[in-house]
């Protein structure tokens, strides 16, 4: 005996079949860079190049349309997208982010609470959290460079008011 027998209702949704919203092409923004900084060029203006070198930055750090990257307990990365290299997919996932950026930064992270475990993480661990959080090696270069060009911004322009 059907109970739902005549009536059609929505189809039943598939794994992996989400339609996700489409991103601005990353050609976009390395369009404008380019534009800006032959600006910069055309201009002789340092300090035009230095907002360039400081919107790259911004970019790296928290618009680049990137992935998520975080291992499962099984060791498979995980492949949702997310906004910059400093954010992750969700809450579990970004404090083991936030773990590692303070793990790049040669420092443990002092805000670090302990979070209780279901009883299925207590089973088997495959991966500890520390190798599961552990950025990519591009990922870690394009960090590195972001921070070391957002110093460079922030001392010329310091160095610009003398």
């Known amino acids: 005996m059907v109970a739902n027998l005549g009536k059609e209702g929505p189809p039943a949704a598939r794994r992996g079949t989400r339609r996700r919203p489409a991103r601005e092409s990353a050609l976009v923004w390395w369009a404008l860079f380019a534009v800006v900084a032959g600006a910069a060029w055309w201009l002789h203006s340092w300090r035009v190049a230095l907002l360039v070198l400081l919107a790259w930055c911004l970019y790296q750090f928290m618009l680049v349309p990137t992935m998520c990257r975080v291992l499962s307990q099984q060791g498979a990365a995980c492949t949702e997208r997310t906004r910059g290299r400093l954010f992750a997919c969700g809450p579990d996932h970004q404090r083991l982010r936030t773990d590692a950026l303070w793990r790049l930064a040669g420092l443990r992270n002092p805000f670090q609470r302990d979070v209780p475990r279901e009883e299925s993480d207590k089973k088997v661990v495959v991966v500890s959290s ?33």
């Open 130 to 162: 520390d190798v599961r959080g552990r950025l990519t090696p591009q990922d870690r270069a394009l960090i590195l460079l972001a921070t070391a060009g957002t110093v460079i911004a922030l001392v010329g322009m310091i160095y610009g008011f003398r």
